[in-house]
């Protein structure tokens, strides 16, 4: 039987009404759905977002330390943890994935946090910004750090929203797994989860005047005393840090520039089909959004106050199937907007341009089985950063490229099997491209620039202690 077409929101606001959902949230959420039927896309078009200019450089910030350590106390950390690590493979929030020394994310996360409030502010807060998929299981890792308590909430709940079926407009209804019929909104609804929660209200009462935003599986995202003086020295209400794209974020939301000489962020779902070359770019669009971001709590409270309680945040429409898990299945609108695009909702909105080392996601199993190996170590202030070897002598600068055959290498069990022994030695290695099947022994280390191809099926065992070059195996 086929659905009922409808260009009616009641049906929308009765299923979030019967899910309990704030009458602030199915607001917002009407005022999205409004401009999906009345044709909008949510692109942004090139002549709409031109590439910046004159980006100050984190490299000036040094005489701003002593602001930031005076505003520690003043500041709240949190992490953006609706992730599940799915195109990776797993079941649970990517934040209890082990990458380092035996340590999850989060438990370097923690660790940074405690660090910094033994050494110099001691009421630091940091709080999990979770999913409905994520809460329970973080709340039992964060019972570890007893610690860690402060006088705020050590998470609070993003909403969920209603998938739209494309060719009726109407809620999804899939009986084979009602959870599917859900999504989140995107971490853009982080803005209206702390106005509907009074979280934002009870941090300003406690004397809380910013806010460090960044997400949970980015340990670059430390908090930086020099960053933070220039935002407190400068008096802004929003602050992006941004970093060089390489060909590695040619996909990331690029910074912009409107006609009006606001500061924008463009997600590749809000670039016209026809520009994504131009998107795609980089040595037009140079810089990108890392999700690091420094935002004045004051002021947020008042552009909130002034709209109604939630900002009206660009609209990104992605399309996906309704079941993930099965690419087939049929199509659904999730209407989401994102935390970076609110950097055009605010006068003065600023961004600093950051070193790479400020952004280090795991994407995907290649960024994963870098972090683990020995070209970053968790230093003392359970920081992870580059050795400091790489860029000395024979070890050559930056961070290692690796690139692995995703037939054979995108899901974290497939790297546990063709790695059984943890990963090789990349200290030495400037790129590593894996192709095709291969099995890695113990205490194998890569020097220089290596690509492996095995064009069949069969793996290739790597024997133990090997040292792969790119004259071959020695």
């Known amino acids: 039987m086929g659905r009922k077409f409808t260009l009616s929101f009641a049906p929308v606001r009765q299923k979030m009404q019967q899910a309990g959902l704030d009458d602030l949230l199915i607001r917002s959420f009407e005022h999205y759905y409004s401009q999906l039927i009345a044709g909008a896309t949510g692109y942004i078009p090139g002549i709409q977002a031109r590439p910046p200019a004159n980006i100050p450089d984190k490299s000036t910030l040094a005489n701003f330390h002593a602001h930031g350590l005076d505003a520690l106390n003043r500041l709240v950390v949190i992490k953006l943890n609706g992730g599940l690590g799915a195109s990776m493979g797993l079941n649970g929030p990517k934040s209890l994935l082990m990458v380092k020394d035996g340590l999850r994310f989060l438990d370097i996360i923690v660790r940074h946090i405690l660090h910094l409030r033994k050494q110099t502010a001691p009421r630091l807060p940091l709080i999990f910004m979770n999913s409905h998929s994520t809460q329970d299981a973080t709340r039992q890792a964060l019972t570890a750090y007893p610690a860690l308590t402060s006088d705020l909430p050590l998470d609070f709940l993003q909403n969920k929203v209603p998938k739209i079926w494309q060719d009726t407009f109407a809620p999804v209804e899939w009986h084979a797994d009602p959870g599917k019929e859900w999504c989140p909104p995107g971490h853009g609804d982080i803005y209206l989860t702390l106005h509907t929660s009074h979280l934002l209200e009870q941090m300003l009462a406690l004397g809380y005047e910013y806010m460090f935003v960044s997400n949970a599986d980015n340990l670059g995202a430390t908090v930086e005393t020099d960053i933070l003086g220039f935002f407190v020295a400068q008096n802004l209400p929003f602050l992006m840090e941004v970093t060089v794209r390489t060909a590695a974020d040619r996909k990331g939301g690029h910074l912009a520039q409107g ?66 898990s099965r690419p087939d299945s049929p199509p659904v609108f999730q209407l989401e907007t994102a935390i970076g695009l609110a950097i055009s909702a605010f ?6 341009q950051v070193p790479r080392n400020r952004f280090l996601p795991v994407k995907r199993c290649n960024d994963l089985l870098a972090l683990r190996s020995d070209a970053y170590r968790l230093n003392l202030q359970h920081r992870i950063d580059l050795h400091p070897h790489r860029g000395t002598g024979r070890f050559p600068p930056g961070a290692p490229r690796v690139e692995l055959d995703e037939r054979f290498y995108q899901f974290i069990d497939q790297i546990q099997a063709r790695f059984p022994h943890g990963p090789p030695s990349l200290i030495r290695c400037r790129s590593f491209a894996v192709k095709g099947p291969y099995t890695f022994g113990a205490g194998v280390t890569v020097e220089g620039d290596v690509a492996l191809t095995n064009d069949s099926d069969t793996p290739i065992a790597i024997p133990d202690d090997a040292v792969l070059t790119r004259s071959g195996r020695d």
Not at 347 to 352: F, K, L, N, P, Y
């Open 347 to 352: 006068d003065r909105a600023q961004v600093i």
């Open 259 to 324: 006609p009006d000489g606001r500061l924008l962020l463009r997600e590749i779902a809000q670039c016209p089909p026809e520009e994504i070359g131009q998107f795609q770019d980089i040595r037009r669009y140079r810089l990108f959004n890392t999700n690091n971001l420094w935002i004045h709590l004051p002021s947020l409270q008042k552009a909130l106050n002034e709209q109604d309680g939630f900002l009206d945040l660009p609209m990104i429409r992605n399309s996906k199937p309704v079941d993930p």
